[in-house]
């Protein structure tokens, strides 16, 4: 489905908007956490745009580390004490920086997954090999054993962030009608709403674009 260009350039355009807006939020916001977290938000969107023309091959392994680092800042936000108000502060915070751990751990796979399947078409033998020792080949024998048995269990990952990145995007989906219905009703508070509304849109639709990833992953 991601080799359909029509579905590639819809993604892409997508996912740039979501960048966009969140480096928007992010020059607006007043604090730097939420200035950091917003733009790790931007640069996730950026990524997954990039993975997905395979652009800056070079530059893979730098991209999972970055994500890998921002699934860990959000982890630590989530499990902080109290008392650091900075930081997620309430259950429905906690929660929130939790799933934004996962979406950037998510990312930093999908993209290990997909250099993995791109470096792998079984170009790894040559000529050369044929005058290999027969201790080199029960070597390569036993990497290539391990290594058909971590590739085995990359579809049952893809199959179970599947399944958790579509319940989030119903979630969000839920959370944005909801939200909706709410700013209907004219007070002081329908910037803040409408803010509110707009990420929960546009958590939906990474939410849901990870899942359809992760599916066509796992097929």
């Known amino acids: 489905m991601l080799n359909i260009p029509a579905v590639t350039w819809t993604l892409t355009v997508i996912l740039l908007l979501s960048g966009t807006y969140y480096l928007l939020q992010a020059a607006k916001s007043y604090t730097r956490t939420d200035q950091i977290n917003k733009s790790l938000h931007a640069l996730m969107n950026v990524l997954m745009a990039v993975m997905l023309w395979n652009l800056v091959p070079s530059t893979i392994l730098a991209q999972i580390a970055v994500l890998t680092g921002a699934a860990l800042w959000f982890v630590i936000q989530a499990v902080a004490r109290p008392e650091f108000k900075l930081l997620c502060a309430g259950s429905q915070g906690r929660v929130k920086c939790g799933y934004h751990s996962l979406s950037m751990g998510g990312a930093a796979f999908m993209i290990a997954m997909m250099s993995h399947t791109a470096a792998s078409p079984g170009n790894s033998v040559n000529a050369s090999g044929m005058s290999m020792s027969h201790g080199h080949h029960a070597i390569a024998g036993e990497n290539h054993n391990t290594a058909a048995t971590a590739v085995d269990q990359q579809p049952t990952l893809a ?48 939410a849901t674009i990870m899942a359809l990833m992760f599916a066509t992953m796992s097929a």
């Open 159 to 206: 199959i179970l962030l599947t399944v958790l990145f579509g319940a989030a995007a119903v979630i969000f989906l839920i959370l944005f009608l909801r939200s909706r219905i709410t700013a209907n009703s004219p007070n002081k508070a329908a910037a803040p709403r409408f803010s509110l509304r707009a990420e929960h849109g546009f958590e939906a639709l990474g």
